[in-house]
């Protein structure tokens, strides 16, 4: 058709251009503006659901899905930063990539190339290439190709989170400044829903913590003897801290500690020597807790997932006798370390701690409360029933000797020695009623043992101590060897006659007995209930117990077992 000169230039144009092509153009941008109010209207739809959702792995999951919807992306990633320089990024959430891609694949990334490039510079990228980037890296083998990317920082106030990644726009051409825009809108979204997550999960852990005290507290109530009480936090320490090993070390002072309680795979070697005891006493002295970034890094240079990472150390503080509560996590873990509260676990660790010192009080009372029965008991027996019973047997030491039938006589004489047998069998119950069968303080309890000893034996052993018998004798055999002390000592009352009794206890490599005495030894038909019973105690934990003839005269008891 001619085109009329006279018509005016812009309707000439339109000729030129064709109505078709215009109406296209029209059309396709009216498509855009529709898509582009869709893809808005389900970012709305995104933030509604993500603010319902207050688990954070599900939360993460949900995110990539939608970034990846939303940005028309075939891959979606969402790197979450870690703590550690070593490894930027502490959490890799893909979606895209089916499970055999991802198995062939190996191990996912950790922050280096172009992710690396985001995580030091916190601001949107996008590119057409990745390949073309000079800070690229390429991708491992079994890797799927991926050409355009989209980077957007996810943060949470002034503190970037972690960072969402797109790439292969599913058109086949580059991600626009639509895209980038609509991501950075999910992404400030995403912020406020994981900072919401967060806390929630924070609130679980302090519930943890919380649970933790008051079933401790509860169960002390109950009255849980110690060793079990400092097991019970051990164990709840760790499953509130979600720690691979929790450990508890106490002492009289901060250069003697012990390894007191223990819960999961602890190695006593690393605890209790070098670099990680001189933590425990440091934390104990000036009641700071510390924070290890690498607790077996000086011992041994593992590098092994499984071998322990960060820990924690909190003081213990837990009259009369503090220590030290201490958390620890594999390098396969070490993130978990991060969301520990210090604070949560020095009140935890000092909340309990007065609920044991509340419960040992309590045991104190209790315990003296049976002492005095005892030396009530004592007292009566000694000074009633002993007195009616060396009154009767004078009166029959004074009948006999006015008795002048043989048979009859022999009679009296044989009541006579049964009365002093039962005097002597007397006084072995009462020093035997002050033996102390649960002690805080070993050294103490020989020593009230030793003073009752001497009180009805007539005879004052001599008594020594070699070694820090307090800190190095557990309770448990602390208790055995008062029983054997005691059975010792009631054999030299009945049976030795002796006039000088000496006690010796050594507290090294090994905790040793020895009770030596000069009187008339031991006789060949002696019963050996008592001494079998000395020997099985020591035979229990390992050792051996010794009774031979002294020179010239007397009786050597020697009881030791091993202290590892």
């Given at each position: 058709?001619?085109i009329?000169?006279?018509l005016?230039r ?9 109505f078709e092509?215009?109406?296209s153009?029209?059309l396709?941008?009216v ?5 582009e ?6 970012l709305?739809?995104?933030v509604v659901?993500m ?5 954070l ?7 990539v899905q939608?970034?990846r919807?939303l ?14 320089h070593?490894r930027p ?11 055999e ?18 995580i ?6 996008r590119?057409r ?6 800070g690229?890296?390429?991708?491992p ?11 957007v ?14 790439t292969?726009k599913?058109?086949g ?7 980038e825009?609509?991501?950075?809108a ?6 406020v829903?994981i900072e919401?997550?967060r ?5 679980g852990?302090?519930?943890r ?9 509860a ?16 164990d709840r320490a ?15 002072d ?8 223990t819960?999961g795979?602890v ?7 070098g670099?990680v ?6 934390t ?7 924070v290890?970034?690498?607790?077996t890094?000086?011992?041994d ?9 960060p ?8 009259d009369?006798?503090?220590?030290v ?11 978990r ?13 000092e ?14 009372r209790?315990?003296?409360?049976v002492?005095e ?12 029933v002993?007195q009616r ?5 004078l009166g ?5 000797r006015r ?9 009296l ?16 119950t ?12 070993l050294?103490?309890?020989?020593v009230q043992?030793v003073?009752?000893a001497a009180g009805?034996m007539?005879?004052?052993p001599?008594l ?8 190095l004798?557990p309770?448990?055999?602390g ?7 005691g059975e ?12 000088e ?6 507290a090294?490599d ?13 006789g060949?038909?002696?019963v050996?209930s008592g ?5 099985r105690?020591?035979?229990?934990y390992?050792g ?9 005269n007397?009786?050597?008891?020697e009881?030791?077992?091993?202290l590892?």
């Amino acid at each position: 058709m001619a085109i009329d000169p006279s018509l005016p230039r812009p309707q000439a144009a339109l000729e030129e251009t064709g109505f078709e092509e215009l109406l296209s153009e029209v059309l396709e941008r009216v498509r855009a503006t529709r898509d582009e109010q869709a893809r808005w209207r389900l970012l709305l739809d995104a933030v509604v659901t993500m603010a319902a959702d207050l688990s954070l792995d599900a939360l993460l999951g949900r995110i990539v899905q939608i970034a990846r919807d939303l940005a028309g992306a075939r891959y979606a990633a969402l790197g979450v930063l870690g703590a550690r320089h070593e490894r930027p990024l502490r959490t890799f959430v893909t979606h895209g990539l089916t499970a055999e891609q991802v198995a062939r694949i190996g191990e996912l990334p950790v922050g280096h190339g172009i992710l690396g490039l985001i995580i030091d510079h916190p601001e949107p990228l996008r590119l057409r290439n990745l390949g073309e980037h000079q800070g690229s890296f390429g991708f491992p083998a079994h890797h799927p190709p991926m050409h355009s990317f989209l980077g957007v920082p996810v943060a949470i106030g002034e503190k970037v989170f972690g960072n969402l990644y797109l790439t292969e726009k599913l058109d086949g051409g580059e991600f626009t400044e639509q895209d980038e825009r609509i991501v950075i809108a999910l992404a400030a979204a995403a912020g406020v829903a994981i900072e919401n997550a967060r806390l929630h999960e924070e609130a679980g852990r302090r519930e943890r913590w919380l649970a933790a005290t008051a079933e401790i507290t509860a169960r002390l109530a109950d009255e849980t003897a110690d060793e079990e009480a400092l097991q019970l936090v051990a164990d709840r320490a760790r499953d509130a801290g979600e720690s691979d090993a929790a450990w508890i070390l106490t002492g009289a002072d901060a250069d003697h500690l012990r390894l007191a309680a223990t819960a999961g795979d602890v190695p006593a070697e690393l605890v209790t020597h070098g670099r990680v005891a001189d933590l425990a006493s440091t934390t104990m002295r000036t009641g700071v807790p510390a924070v290890v970034e690498n607790l077996t890094s000086a011992e041994d240079g593992k590098r092994s997932q499984d071998a322990l990472g960060p820990a924690l150390l909190v003081p213990l503080q837990v009259d009369p006798v503090p220590g030290v509560l201490a958390l620890a996590w594999t390098r396969a873990h070490a993130e978990r370390a991060a969301d520990v509260d210090v604070a949560l676990a020095g009140a935890f660790a000092e909340q309990t701690g007065l609920a044991l010192h509340v419960a040992r009080t309590r045991a104190v009372r209790q315990r003296l409360a049976v002492y005095e029965d005892r030396d009530r008991i004592g007292r009566d027996l000694h000074d009633i029933v002993i007195q009616r019973l060396f009154a009767i047997g004078l009166g029959l030491q004074g009948a006999l000797r006015r008795v002048d039938d043989p048979d009859l006589a022999g009679r009296l004489d044989q009541a006579v020695e049964e009365i002093d047998d039962t005097i002597k069998d007397i006084r072995r119950t009462i020093f035997e009623l002050g033996a102390m069968s649960q002690s805080d303080d070993l050294q103490s309890a020989v020593v009230q043992l030793v003073e009752r000893a001497a009180g009805a034996m007539k005879v004052r052993p001599t008594l020594a101590f070699e070694g820090p018998v307090r800190l190095l004798i557990p309770d448990n055999v602390g208790r055995d060897l008062l029983a054997v002390l005691g059975e010792a000592l009631a054999n030299a009352a009945r049976h030795a006659e002796a006039d000088e009794v000496s006690v010796v206890v050594v507290a090294g490599d090994e905790a040793r007995l020895r009770v030596v005495d000069n009187g008339r030894g031991i006789g060949s038909d002696v019963v050996e209930s008592g001494l079998a019973n000395m020997r099985r105690r020591a035979e229990k934990y390992g050792g051996h117990c010794r009774v031979v003839p002294g020179e010239p005269n007397g009786t050597i008891v020697e009881w030791s077992v091993p202290l590892g």
